[in-house]
């Protein structure tokens, strides 16, 4: 069964440093998505991303972060100087359009863990 | 302003006890609810939705929009439903979900 894949699984990295995290959606679904999760919170909504543009963003999604979708498989979010706070579980996602229209299903990737020293 | 609210943290059962995890929303457009699972060392995963009105691994949740809840309900746990439950709310705009803080489940044996 097809399966959201994401890389790196962990990533470690100094305070102001850039990093990229990228994720494989489901080779037929049409949205993407980035989610983060910090530690004991909840999972927080950050983008959402269709027909190769952002529909969606959340107030987090500041100039500070970027998606792109550089070929036709990989989705990437790129966190530029990266702040303590922004460690945390992130999640990659993907759904798909059926008929036109949204069933509401999101796939999860296992996501990526950030730490931020 | 759109909102998930799962008021517990934990709830822990022994084992053939009844479950009900509790979801209340606020939404002002038509809601539509979705009850996502994540086991240990697993991916998210859905687990119901509202629309579709199924029973999964014999939970079932029933959409009450009087009360704005959408509560997920077994008659008799189990031990491997232990897990983390996540109530979760479609926002037609942005093609989004909000979700809830999360319940973790713990069956005892």
């Known amino acids: 069964e097809p399966e959201v894949t994401q890389t790196p699984s962990h990533q470690v990295t100094q305070m102001g440093q850039e990093v990229i995290l990228r994720c494989v959606p489901i080779?037929?679904?049409?949205?993407f998505y980035w989610y983060r999760q910090i530690l004991g919170q909840k999972v927080e909504f950050l983008v959402s991303?269709?027909?190769?543009?952002?529909?969606?963003k959340s107030e987090i999604f500041d100039d500070q972060f970027s998606v792109e979708r550089p070929d036709g498989s990989n989705f990437t979010l790129k966190i530029r100087s990266t702040k303590l706070e922004d460690s945390a579980m992130y999640f990659c996602?993907?759904?798909?359009?059926?008929?036109?229209?949204?069933?509401?299903?999101?796939?999860f990737g296992e996501g990526s863990r950030l730490t931020v020293l | 302003a759109q909102r998930v609210t799962q008021p517990e943290k934990l709830l822990s059962v022994f084992k053939g006890a009844p479950v009900e995890l509790k979801c209340n929303y606020s939404?002002?457009?038509?809601?539509?609810l979705f009850w996502y699972v994540q086991y240990s060392r697993q991916r998210l995963q859905l687990l119901l939705r509202?629309?579709s009105r199924e029973s999964i691994k014999g939970f079932t949740a029933d959409l009450n929009k009087g009360e704005t809840s959408f509560h997920l309900k077994k008659p008799f746990a189990q031990e491997e439903d232990s897990a983390m439950y996540y109530c979760a709310l479609h926002l037609e705009y942005g093609n989004k979900l909000v979700f809830g803080a999360g319940t973790i489940l713990r069956v005892k044996s």
């Open positions: 996602a993907s759904s798909e359009s059926t008929s036109g229209q949204y069933t509401g299903e999101l796939f």
């Open positions: 509202h629309i």
């Open positions: 991303f269709y027909n190769n543009e952002i529909s969606e």
């Open positions: 080779s037929n679904h049409l949205y």
């Open positions: 939404y002002s457009g038509s809601p539509e």
